[in-house]
C-alpha cells in the first residue's frame, strides 16, 4: 500500500480520553505532524488532560498543536478548519457513555449521528473545491456488533452490525454514514473499530478508572451483575499507535478492527486492580445489572495486522500496573474531574 503522509491533522475530540492520548501519541512520534484539535467541551472535554502541550497552560507546550473551541455539528466552523492546509481528520468526538445513553440518547443521536454527517459534508465540500491528497478515519467502537455467546468467534470486519443500546446504535448509524460516502461520493475514509480502552487520563465512569479511584479511598466497587461480563482490553497508546498505522497505512472504504487480545472477565480485572492497590475483594460490591448488558465481546485482528503489520504490544497485567500507578501518582487530575473543578478551569481557559 502507498504510504500517506499526514501533515496537518484535524482531531475531532481531542480533549477526551482517547482524543488526548492520540495527539500526544503523534506529536511525540512524529516531528513534522501539526495538530488542530477541535473539541465542544462537553462533560468529558478536559483541557487539563493536555496541559503538557499545550502551550497556554505556561511554559513549554507544543508549538505544532492548537486548540480550537467548536462543535461538529457546526459546517462552518469546520469547513474553515479543513481550509487550512488539512489533509486528514481523526474523528474522535462522541458521545460514549453506554449509560448515559440509556439516560438520555438524544445526545447521542446528535452528536455521533448528526455529528459525523456534518463533518462528513465539509470535507465533501472541500475536496470538491481543492482537490488533495486526504484521509478521513473514522473512530468506532466493537458495540455496533453486538453481543457474542461464550463460544462464538471473535467480530471480524464482516460481522453484522447488531447494536444493542442507544450508544451502539448511533455508532453504527455514523458508520453506515462513512461507509456510504466512500462508496457513493469517493471520500478518501477509513473506519476503525475498537475494543475496550484503558489507560491514562480516562474519565473516572469508566470501568477501570472508576473501581481504582474507588479502591483509593477505600469506597465500594460496584460491578454489575455477576461480574462476568467479557471484554477485549486494549491499552490507550496501543489504540493511538494502531489509528496512526491505519491512517498512514491503511486502505480506503473499509474497515479495521483494533483489539489488544486480551478477553477478560470485569471481575477479574477488577480483582487485578485490587492486587496492585493492594486493597481486599471485600470492597467488591455486586450490583444490579444494567438494561441490555452485552455479556462478551471480542475482537478478530487478522486483518489490519496481515494488512499493516499492526499488533498490540502491552500486556494486560504491565498495562493495569502502570494505569494504577498513573492514577496514584495523578491523583489532583482525577480529583478535579469528580469535583468538577476541571469544568470550571476550561471555561476559564476559554475566557483567555
Given at each position: 500500500?502507498?504510504?500517506?503522509?499526514?501533515?496537518?491533522?484535524?482531531?475531532?475530540?481531542?480533549?477526551?480520553?482517547?482524543?488526548?492520548?492520540?495527539?500526544?501519541?503523534?506529536?511525540?512520534?512524529?516531528?513534522?505532524a501539526q495538530i488542530v484539535n477541535l473539541d465542544a467541551l462537553t462533560y468529558a472535554g478536559?483541557?487539563?488532560?493536555?496541559?503538557?502541550?499545550?502551550?497556554?497552560?505556561?511554559?513549554?507546550?507544543?508549538?505544532?498543536?492548537?486548540?480550537?473551541?467548536?462543535?461538529?455539528?457546526?459546517?462552518?466552523?469546520?469547513?474553515?478548519?479543513?481550509?487550512?492546509?488539512?489533509?486528514?481528520?481523526?474523528?474522535?468526538?462522541?458521545?460514549?457513555?453506554?449509560?448515559?445513553?440509556?439516560?438520555?440518547?438524544?445526545?447521542?443521536?446528535?452528536?455521533?449521528?448528526?455529528?459525523?454527517?456534518?463533518?462528513?459534508?465539509?470535507?465533501?465540500?472541500?475536496?470538491?473545491?481543492?482537490?488533495?491528497?486526504?484521509?478521513?478515519?473514522?473512530?468506532?467502537?466493537?458495540?455496533?456488533?453486538?453481543?457474542?455467546?461464550?463460544?462464538?468467534?471473535?467480530?471480524?470486519?464482516?460481522?453484522?452490525?447488531?447494536?444493542?443500546?442507544?450508544?451502539?446504535?448511533?455508532?453504527?448509524?455514523?458508520?453506515?454514514?462513512?461507509?456510504?460516502?466512500?462508496?457513493?461520493?469517493?471520500?478518501?475514509?477509513?473506519?476503525?473499530?475498537?475494543?475496550?480502552?484503558?489507560?491514562?487520563?480516562?474519565?473516572?465512569?469508566?470501568?477501570?478508572?472508576?473501581?481504582?479511584?474507588?479502591?483509593?479511598?477505600?469506597?465500594?466497587?460496584?460491578?454489575?451483575?455477576?461480574?462476568?461480563?467479557?471484554?477485549?482490553?486494549?491499552?490507550?497508546?496501543?489504540?493511538?499507535?494502531?489509528?496512526?498505522?491505519?491512517?498512514?497505512?491503511?486502505?480506503?472504504?473499509?474497515?479495521?478492527?483494533i483489539g489488544g487480545e486480551c478477553e477478560v472477565q470485569n471481575l477479574e480485572i477488577v480483582?487485578?486492580?485490587?492486587?496492585?492497590?493492594?486493597?481486599?475483594?471485600?470492597?467488591?460490591?455486586?450490583?444490579?445489572?444494567?438494561?441490555?448488558?452485552?455479556?462478551?465481546?471480542?475482537?478478530?485482528?487478522?486483518?489490519?495486522?496481515?494488512?499493516?503489520?499492526?499488533?498490540?504490544?502491552?500486556?494486560?497485567?504491565?498495562?493495569?500496573?502502570?494505569?494504577?500507578?498513573?492514577?496514584?501518582?495523578?491523583?489532583?487530575?482525577?480529583?478535579?474531574?469528580?469535583?468538577?473543578?476541571?469544568?470550571?478551569?476550561?471555561?476559564?481557559?476559554?475566557?483567555?
Open positions: 500500500m502507498t504510504r500517506f503522509a499526514p501533515h496537518r491533522i484535524l482531531v475531532t475530540g481531542g480533549a477526551g480520553f482517547i482524543g488526548s492520548n492520540f495527539v500526544r501519541w503523534v506529536l511525540e512520534q512524529d516531528g513534522a478536559n483541557l487539563e488532560s493536555l496541559t503538557d502541550v499545550d502551550r497556554a497552560f505556561g511554559e513549554g507546550g507544543d508549538r505544532r498543536y492548537r486548540f480550537v473551541h467548536g462543535d461538529i455539528r457546526d459546517f462552518e466552523t469546520v469547513r474553515a478548519l479543513l481550509g487550512q492546509d488539512v489533509n486528514a481528520v481523526v474523528h474522535f468526538a462522541a458521545e460514549s457513555h453506554v449509560d448515559r445513553s440509556i439516560l438520555g440518547p438524544r445526545a447521542f443521536v446528535e452528536t455521533n449521528v448528526n455529528g459525523t454527517f456534518t463533518l462528513l459534508e465539509a470535507v465533501r465540500a472541500e475536496l470538491a473545491e481543492r482537490p488533495r491528497d486526504f484521509r478521513f478515519v473514522h473512530v468506532s467502537t466493537d458495540e455496533v456488533y453486538g453481543d457474542l455467546a461464550p463460544e462464538d468467534p471473535a467480530f471480524t470486519e464482516e460481522t453484522p452490525l447488531s447494536p444493542n443500546s442507544p450508544y451502539s446504535a448511533s455508532k453504527a448509524g455514523s458508520d453506515l454514514l462513512v461507509r456510504s460516502y466512500a462508496h457513493t461520493f469517493g471520500l478518501p475514509a477509513i473506519i476503525t473499530r475498537c475494543s475496550n480502552n484503558y489507560g491514562p487520563y480516562q474519565f473516572p465512569e469508566k470501568l477501570i478508572p472508576l473501581m481504582i479511584t474507588r479502591a483509593l479511598a477505600d469506597e465500594p466497587l460496584p460491578v454489575y451483575g455477576d461480574g462476568k461480563n467479557v471484554r477485549d482490553w486494549l491499552h490507550v497508546a496501543d489504540h493511538a499507535d494502531a489509528i496512526w498505522t491505519v491512517l498512514t497505512r491503511g486502505g480506503l472504504g473499509g474497515a479495521y478492527n480483582r487485578h486492580l485490587l492486587r496492585h492497590l493492594g486493597k481486599p475483594e471485600s470492597l467488591i460490591q455486586f450490583v444490579t445489572d444494567r438494561p441490555g448488558h452485552d455479556r462478551r465481546y471480542a475482537m478478530n485482528i487478522a486483518k489490519i495486522s496481515r494488512e499493516t503489520g499492526w499488533r498490540p504490544r502491552h500486556r494486560l497485567d504491565d498495562g493495569l500496573r502502570d494505569t494504577v500507578n498513573w492514577y496514584v501518582e495523578h491523583r489532583q487530575w482525577w480529583e478535579r474531574v469528580k469535583s468538577e473543578a476541571y469544568r470550571t478551569a476550561n471555561a476559564m481557559y476559554l475566557a483567555g
